[in-house]
């Protein structure tokens, strides 16, 4: 359609850029530095993510002016990936399962230690309850799981409100099971010793600290995923609270606050809900400018979102995806009628 030389119109027509971390991806896999830029790079990006056609530029040779600055920020259950890997070692195995140890029946104590007796050929002739010494060394077993496995695992544990502790059978594919130095691999021994052996019983707190203190610390979710929901560490808090967003026009700072005081004006709320919003969810209850910033044609402009604290910097960097920080700069686009 043909530009009507000489007419310009004056719509509302807010201008929005997004940072968007992938399940399964972490903050530091899209920005590596303690700032996060936008309106800066915008291609290859969905209708969800911008509506920006240029970086930092508005469409053609139209004008805006900003009356209001927006930060909307997600809060969507984190998706983990199947690397890295948690694990844990010398875990005790025990019983509460009567025993038969040479045909004579063996009444177990709830949790007692199972112990392996070796016959002289070095296999394993049963199982039992004796205590612990070179002849019968006690059964223990360790595991290796991916991350998101872990994760199911802790929330199994969290839902069970009687001992917040969830099962893993000896016989998975990612537990492996010793007696002294041999592995218990094989049918038989296995058989012999589910016929006394409980699974092994992981406790929440177990499974936070193996998560906190997995190999790879890069990689381990922060502790605001961990434990999310604890009344302190909602992820939406952790990153209104330590971060300052500046917006820039051309070169010049127009204003620069700590994210808090820009509120989302949007997103699901509930008084009763598990999950955070950025402000009361109603467009008019957020940051509007005392004058408009005027953006000029073919000028440009960008946000900027930086994290001073180092400290902070490393633990908001582990965040899982899916996670998007959009950036809205609401109010006026004057361009050509068409």
């Given at each position: 359609m043909a530009v009507v030389q000489g007419i310009k119109e004056k719509v509302h027509l807010p201008i929005y850029d997004s940072i968007k971390v992938e399940p399964e991806k972490q903050l530091?896999?899209?920005?590596?530095?303690?700032?996060?830029?936008?309106?800066?790079?915008?291609q290859g990006k969905t209708k969800l993510e911008t509506n920006l056609q240029a970086a930092a530029l508005l469409p053609h040779y139209n004008t805006f002016e900003a009356r209001a600055l927006r930060v909307v920020i997600s809060d969507l259950p984190p998706e983990f990936p199947e690397d890295p890997k948690v694990a844990d070692e010398d875990i005790d195995v025990t019983g509460t399962k009567p025993a038969v140890i040479a045909g004579t029946p063996a009444p177990a104590v709830e949790g007692a230690l199972v112990t392996a007796t070796f016959a002289s050929d070095g296999s394993i002739s049963a199982f039992g309850f004796d205590p612990p010494d070179l002849t019968h060394p006690k059964v223990v077993a360790?595991?290796?799981?991916?991350?998101?496995?872990a994760m199911d695992?802790?929330?199994?544990?969290?839902?069970?409100?009687?001992?917040?502790?969830?099962?893993?059978?000896?016989?998975?594919?990612?537990?492996?099971?010793?007696?002294?130095?041999?592995?218990?691999?094989?049918?038989?021994?296995?058989?012999?010793l589910k016929k006394i052996a409980d699974p092994l019983l992981l406790s929440a707190k177990d499974l936070e600290s193996a998560i906190e203190e997995m190999d790879e610390e890069k990689k381990r979710p922060p502790k605001i995923q961990v434990r999310p929901n604890n009344g302190a560490g909602s992820l939406v808090g952790q990153f209104i609270y330590n971060t300052v967003t500046t917006f820039f026009v051309g070169e010049k700072e127009m204003i620069k606050m700590p994210t808090w005081f820009f509120p989302a004006g949007a997103g699901p709320y509930s008084e009763a809900g598990k999950f955070s919003t950025h402000g009361e969810p109603n467009p008019t209850a957020t940051f509007r400018f005392a004058e408009p910033i005027f953006i000029d044609k073919q000028q440009n402009f960008r946000v900027e979102i930086?994290?001073?604290?180092?400290?902070?910097?490393?633990?908001?960097?582990?965040?899982?995806?899916?996670?998007?920080?959009?950036?809205?700069?609401?109010?006026?686009?004057?361009?050509?009628?068409?």
């Amino acid at each position: 359609m043909a530009v009507v030389q000489g007419i310009k119109e004056k719509v509302h027509l807010p201008i929005y850029d997004s940072i968007k971390v992938e399940p399964e991806k972490q903050l530091r896999d899209v920005e590596s530095s303690s700032t996060l830029k936008l309106f800066v790079n915008v291609q290859g990006k969905t209708k969800l993510e911008t509506n920006l056609q240029a970086a930092a530029l508005l469409p053609h040779y139209n004008t805006f002016e900003a009356r209001a600055l927006r930060v909307v920020i997600s809060d969507l259950p984190p998706e983990f990936p199947e690397d890295p890997k948690v694990a844990d070692e010398d875990i005790d195995v025990t019983g509460t399962k009567p025993a038969v140890i040479a045909g004579t029946p063996a009444p177990a104590v709830e949790g007692a230690l199972v112990t392996a007796t070796f016959a002289s050929d070095g296999s394993i002739s049963a199982f039992g309850f004796d205590p612990p010494d070179l002849t019968h060394p006690k059964v223990v077993a360790e595991y290796e799981i991916s991350l998101q496995r872990a994760m199911d695992l802790l929330s199994e544990a969290r839902e069970n409100t009687e001992d917040r502790s969830t099962e893993l059978d000896l016989d998975d594919e990612d537990v492996t099971v010793k007696a002294g130095a041999k592995e218990v691999t094989l049918n038989p021994d296995f058989d012999k010793l589910k016929k006394i052996a409980d699974p092994l019983l992981l406790s929440a707190k177990d499974l936070e600290s193996a998560i906190e203190e997995m190999d790879e610390e890069k990689k381990r979710p922060p502790k605001i995923q961990v434990r999310p929901n604890n009344g302190a560490g909602s992820l939406v808090g952790q990153f209104i609270y330590n971060t300052v967003t500046t917006f820039f026009v051309g070169e010049k700072e127009m204003i620069k606050m700590p994210t808090w005081f820009f509120p989302a004006g949007a997103g699901p709320y509930s008084e009763a809900g598990k999950f955070s919003t950025h402000g009361e969810p109603n467009p008019t209850a957020t940051f509007r400018f005392a004058e408009p910033i005027f953006i000029d044609k073919q000028q440009n402009f960008r946000v900027e979102i930086e994290i001073p604290d180092s400290d902070v910097l490393k633990e908001l960097q582990r965040i899982y995806g899916p996670l998007t920080v959009w950036v809205v700069l609401d109010g006026y686009m004057t361009r050509d009628v068409q």
